[in-house]
């Protein structure tokens, strides 16, 4: 059946539910796609009461013609009486470097959609049923899982608004048939010719035989990318239960016990890690690194330290837990010291700016140490061979063993500040106040505070 305007409201997966929308924004490339999509979601609107209408246009300046694509977007929606927002973007050379041209254009695009959309928004693209196609095969050759295998979503949740594809369940040739109706013109991307990209390979030198050979491909297609979908829920629904269990008794979601952790079945751990990275926003391991994730952190020697850096995140183990905390940004090899002479307005003012943190004035604190005026505080990093008597204690201890001791990770030790006061150590970090050191019951004590 020919695709027209009405098809818009009446699939099952289509507009009819978003009739009450804040806006459309429908992104246009220039390309048949989208050039479709407008022209029918204008067609809609002069036929049934629809939201606010705009366009939204990247230019990824990519080609000699992306300025000229972008003007006849503007001319096209000039001509629709439609508001045209367009956008140059930058390529990102590190993720095109690791990730490809295509995957960094990508990136680039959806950061404008999010920066457009406002509460209440629906954005529309016209990816269609080839592209669904495409993209299953190329995540099948990728080796994905499940998750990857939904392929293309009917619609997802994207910055303050919804995302929607209403094209979805049409092949590029019902676009054709509709762009030839209605004499629709285009700007045909020469990149799209260039069997080096996956995409294109597979779209002109794989697809055409397939579909000879299957000409319901398309469909069967998008019938295992809904199996897969609804086989996604579930497995949510699991891993979401199973981590209700093991984090009930931590107190940040960023942390499991590996003992726990252990007594899933690999299938059923598996699932729940990749489901902990997806709810924190973390780059999701690939079958062959979870293998690893196993190896190193849940069966490797008690006293080794292993270290998985996952984009922006860091995975880490310390007594019996695996934990999910921001990657380190780089510092200097050699943590450098910070020395002042404390002044009566300093001490009146109750605050001490630090380079990572700050001294603040407490009373009833029992880790604070004493300051006066003419005193000479010095904050610095150990460097190992530390020794003092913490207050309350009747020997001196080693800093490593106390260190040891507090069960402090090991990655934070030398990023503790020790402070010294006329030369003497004073204060470790918010753990000890050394003898000597201590303030009297209701008299302030300067405690120290982590940078947040």
Known sequence: MAFSHQQLLTHPSGLKNHLQAASWVVAVSG?????????????????????????????HDLHLKADQWQQEVEAQCLRYGVTCISQKVHLCPIMQREQGLEAAARSARYSVFEQQLQAGDVLLLGQHADDQTETLFLRLLRGAGVSGLRAIPWQRALGLGLLVRP????????????????QLTWCEDPSNQNTHFDRNYLRHKVMPSLRGRWPALDQRVATTAAVMADTQILLDEVASHDLAFLAKNEQVIQCLPLKNLKALSRARRHNLLRYWFDQNHVPTLDYAAMQRLDKDFLYSEVDAQPYLKLGDWCLRRHQGHLHLMPAPKKQSSVLEPWVCLIQSQMLLSGSIALTDGFLCSQKNQSIGMLLAPGDVLKQCFRVGGERFKPSGRKHSQSLKKLLQEAKVPVWERDHLPLFYVNGELAMVADLWVVSGFETEVGTPAWCWQKAT
């Open 31 to 59: 390309g048949l796609d989208s050039m479709c999509l407008l022209h029918s979601i204008v067609q809609l609107s002069q036929h049934c009461p629809c939201p606010p209408l705009r366009v939204l246009h990247v230019n």
């Open 167 to 182: 094209l979805l369940n049409l092949s590029q040739a019902h676009l054709y048939d509709y762009a030839s109706k209605y």
